[in-house]
């Protein structure tokens, strides 16, 4: 009965370093990329051939919106849904 409970302490606090490592990650890549969202799945087919529904890209944040270059791609808010990213 013992070596059960010591099994099932190992497994929470596996989980657990797991989990915080996760979020750790997560708050690293907001900090070092400068913005709320660095992974943002692409959904819908509108940019195909260049992402595909289900790629996972990147986003880095840019201080100055003058940084923005013509054929840059960019992610933002839906004007009509702040919880929806569009790319």
């Not at 010591?6 to 929470?12: E, H, T």
């Not at 933002?76 to 790319?87: E, G, K, R, V």
């Amino acid at each position: 009965m013992a070596s059960n409970s010591r099994q099932l302490v190992k497994i929470v606090i596996i989980i657990g370093i797991v989990y915080a490592a996760a979020h750790g990650v997560l708050f690293s890549l907001r900090f070092a990329l400068a913005t709320e969202f660095p992974v943002v799945v692409v959904q819908g087919t509108s940019m195909i051939p260049t992402y595909y529904e289900g790629d996972l890209i990147l986003v880095k944040g840019v201080a100055d919106s003058n940084a923005i270059q013509l054929q840059d791609v960019i992610v933002f808010h839906s004007p009509y849904n702040w919880d929806t990213l569009i790319i």
